[in-house]
């Protein structure tokens, strides 16, 4: 089993940043593929980015690209999203995934999930 815990979440105005953390700890290789994804009320869950085994290539979903940087330290099992930019639909609860399986972008193609850090942006 693999635990994850975000932190960093809380409320910000449109423009400013935040800074997303995720531990993971269990039966965790530091150098698995990591990512984030993102649920809005009402609303399904999107892949915001992913870091990937084994060259830790980055990618992003389009609604971020340009505002948002994923990064890990290993030695730490933790992986970061410094979120710039932000807009009001970013507001959503962002979850920590690990254990891919598949396309980045597909939720179900992830085993391990965080509880979750609640992002809300205001106008």
């Known amino acids: 089993q693999v635990q994850l815990v975000e932190s960093g979440g809380g409320s910000a105005q449109a423009g400013g940043s935040l800074r997303l953390s995720c531990v993971a700890s269990g039966d965790f290789g530091s150098s698995s593929d990591m990512g984030w994804f993102r649920q809005a009320p009402g609303e399904g869950r999107e892949g915001v980015a992913a870091?990937?085994?084994?060259?830790?290539?980055?990618f992003y979903g389009e609604s971020v690209k340009g505002r948002f940087t994923i990064s890990r330290d290993n030695a730490k099992n933790t992986v970061y999203l410094q979120m710039n930019g932000l807009i009001p639909d970013d507001t959503a609860m962002y979850y920590c995934?690990?254990?891919?399986?598949?396309?980045?972008?597909?939720?179900?193609?992830?085993?391990?999930w965080g509880q979750g850090t609640q992002v809300t942006v205001s106008s």
């Open positions: 995934v690990t254990g891919l399986l598949g396309r980045w972008e597909l939720s179900s193609n992830w085993d391990y």
């Open positions: 870091v990937l085994a084994p060259d830790d290539f980055t």
